[in-house]
């Protein structure tokens, strides 16, 4: 159990598009999930946190208006980055909670590599 | 401020035992995971403590020290696949995921 799935697994895209990653709990609900980026090499930094039917919260320094975070069900997350640009490349990871406030072990999808031309 | 250190780097031989420890000081605590990262992919769980003592999970363990901010992971008879990144990570108050920066285990024949 607990298995969680992201899709796509790698995108390339122009420069001043849009990219949208969904983040899907495939065998269970999902309270809370999370995204996170990490450049090679480097920890996992995250991003932000979002809870089913409310308003993603964001860590210092990550634009909500360039990274739209929408958890609609207990299920599905998305991320997308709007107007990507080539430092917007990196591995992007979602993770999923049962519990509400990520009080419980979290489950990692596969992630999503973004290349930005 | 909330801190996670852990080795950047250990080698080891396939066969062999390694231990890789991670001290941590954070704000509150509500447990402390362990996850596998191979390179290019996503962490896997492997383990989480919240109470003293060692867990054992098969060829992998884990043991934490609440007083000494103190956990360590052990991992027994080394396979090639070992071969990963192991991340540390404690639960803050806020239950809020501190990880560290990872260890690179790297295993030789």
């Known amino acids: 159990g607990a298995v969680v799935s992201q899709h796509p697994s790698w995108v390339i895209c122009k420069s001043g598009t849009s990219v949208k990653i969904e983040c899907r709990s495939l065998?269970?609900?999902?309270?809370?999930m999370f995204w996170y980026r990490q450049f090679p090499k480097q920890s996992l930094m995250l991003m932000a946190t979002s809870n089913e039917g409310s308003k993603a919260t964001y860590e210092q320094g990550v634009e909500k208006d360039k990274f739209l975070i929408n958890h609609a069900s207990l299920t599905l997350s998305t991320l997308t980055v709007t107007s990507a640009h080539p430092e917007d490349s990196s591995f992007y990871i979602c993770?999923?909670?049962?519990?509400?406030?990520?009080?419980?072990?979290?489950?990692f999808g596969p992630g999503t590599r973004l290349t930005v031309l | 401020g909330q801190n996670i250190d852990q080795p950047t780097e250990m080698t080891a031989t396939e066969g062999a035992i390694v231990q890789i420890n991670c001290t941590y000081q954070t704000s509150g605590f509500n447990g402390l995971f362990w996850y596998q990262q191979h390179a290019g992919e996503a962490p896997t769980f492997l383990s989480y403590?919240?109470l003293d003592g060692l867990e054992e999970k098969g060829r992998f363990s884990s043991f934490l020290s609440r007083s000494k901010g103190y956990s360590y992971l052990l991992l027994k008879e080394l396979q090639m696949k070992d071969s990963a990144s192991y991340l540390c990570?404690?639960?803050?108050?806020?239950?809020?995921?501190?990880w560290g920066a990872g260890t690179k285990l790297i295993i030789k024949p």
């Open positions: 065998d269970f609900q999902a309270t809370t």
């Open positions: 990570a404690v639960m803050d108050s806020n239950y809020q995921l501190i």
């Open positions: 993770s999923a909670s049962r519990l509400a406030g990520g009080s419980d072990t979290q489950y």
């Open positions: 403590n919240v």
